[in-house]
């Protein structure tokens, strides 16, 4: 069973960088991507982006100046750097892989709140 | 504004059965077989209940189904218990533009 264990940082002030990482036991990138999604307090899902792979990425538009979404195969780990936060960014973050040939979410990370104030 | 729409409410009583739906456009819902379904229990992070529109991964309950019409999706929770209130949210390929997948905006169920 894979199971994906998240940590980093929760409480950050304004134009501070996020930084998560997510370790990814009992699996690989197979047929997957990894992914990192986010959910403000009270809202539904917003996809950040994705790492394939071959380490190519993609990303929301909305976030694609300010993220990025690296990877060490080797560790089985990935993680995510989103600079010049505010409160907007708000949410808790969650990691996720997704299987490239169902287009789902198969397992998730426990999630991370991360608070933005001053 | 969630690309997926989806009623904010849905509730039964114990042993019923609810349905809720997953709107979407041709490009999406309509014109996919990747319509997926996630629970979301309080405090939790989602979980994957359906895939492709009706499959589900080991260890789910068969209490849970999906289908789908043109371009609505729907999750049905039959045998209704009290473990089943959470949040459900469907999710679509969308096509290969930048990202292939969109969300809806959840649904909260709740037992009566």
């Known amino acids: 069973q894979v199971q994906l264990k998240q940590w980093g940082a929760g409480l950050l002030k304004p134009s501070g960088t996020l930084s998560l990482t997510c370790a990814v036991y009992s699996g690989s990138f197979s047929d997957r991507s990894w992914t990192w999604i986010r959910q403000p307090p009270g809202k539904g899902l917003d996809w950040i982006g994705e790492i394939n792979q071959s380490g190519s990425t993609n990303y929301s538009p909305s976030l694609k100046s300010r993220v990025t979404i690296s990877a060490s195969t080797s560790r089985n780990q990935f993680s995510l750097k989103l600079t010049s936060v505010t409160a907007a960014d708000t949410a808790v973050y969650y990691c996720?892989?997704?299987?490239?040939?169902?287009?789902?979410?198969?397992?998730w990370g426990q999630g991370t709140l991360v608070t933005v104030s001053s | 504004q969630s690309a997926l729409t989806q009623p904010p409410s849905a509730s039964g009583s114990p042993g019923q059965s609810v349905s809720m739906s997953c709107t979407g456009i041709s490009s999406d819902v309509g014109g996919s077989n990747y319509v997926s379904w996630y629970q979301q229990l309080p405090g939790k992070g989602p979980k994957l209940i359906i895939f492709e529109v009706y499959k589900r991964p080991s260890g789910v309950p068969d209490r849970f189904s999906g289908s789908k019409s043109g371009n609505t999706a729907s999750l049905t929770v039959s045998g209704l218990q009290a473990e089943d209130e959470a949040d459900y949210y469907c999710?679509?390929?969308?096509?290969?533009?930048?990202?292939?997948?969109?969300f809806g905006g959840g649904t909260k169920l709740t037992v009566l």
């Open positions: 996720a892989t997704f299987d490239k040939g169902g287009y789902y979410f198969d397992f």
């Open positions: 999710s679509s390929y969308a096509g290969s533009n930048n990202f292939d997948v969109v």
